[in-house]
């Protein structure tokens, strides 16, 4: 249609494969999120909600839907997950950020190249009673 000039370069591909996997018959109805530029250049979401209209013969004729604008939702959400992990005074990274920052980088080190089998078995009576067995190879 005539908005596909106006979707996001980045947002292209996967609106038109979900748009190829409705036309190809996995299911009539598409729901999709993606950015789209206006006239003036701005970025804005949309959340584009179309249907397939078929003939007698299941064969696809057109598009039946709307577009409708998000951008307020998405920035909200983009300043939720900031909020989540920046401390409010200062803007700086919080605890949970570094803890998920520290997480990433030292666990694939730690698992690359190992093989591991972990049993932890405890009796319910006797917190003490606890094994560990590591295996690595």
């Known amino acids: 249609g005539i908005w596909r000039n106006h979707i996001h370069p980045d947002d292209v591909e996967a609106s038109s494969a979900m748009d190829q996997a409705t036309?190809?018959?996995?299911?009539?109805?598409?729901?999709?999120?993606?950015?789209?530029?206006?006239?003036?250049?701005?970025?804005?979401?949309?959340?584009?909600?179309?249907?397939?209209?078929?003939?007698?013969?299941?064969?696809?004729?057109?598009?039946s839907g709307y577009l409708m604008d998000i951008t307020d939702r998405k920035v909200a959400e983009q300043r939720i997950a900031h909020m989540a992990h920046h401390d409010a005074l200062t803007g700086l990274p919080n605890r949970v950020l570094l803890r998920e920052r520290v997480n990433a980088r030292r666990?694939?080190?730690?698992?690359?190249?190992?093989r591991f089998a972990g049993i932890r078995s405890s009796e319910p009576r006797?917190?003490?009673?606890?094994?560990r067995v590591f295996r690595r190879g």
Do not use: H, K, N
Request: cysteine-free; hydrophobic content about 35%.
């Open 23 to 63: 036309l190809d018959g996995d299911g009539d109805r598409s729901v999709t999120e993606y950015r789209m530029l206006t006239r003036s250049g701005a970025t804005i979401w949309v959340r584009d909600v179309a249907t397939v209209v078929r003939d007698a013969g299941g064969r696809p004729m057109s598009w």
């Open 107 to 114: 666990r694939p080190r730690w698992f690359a190249g190992r």
């Open 126 to 131: 006797r917190r003490q009673s606890r094994q």
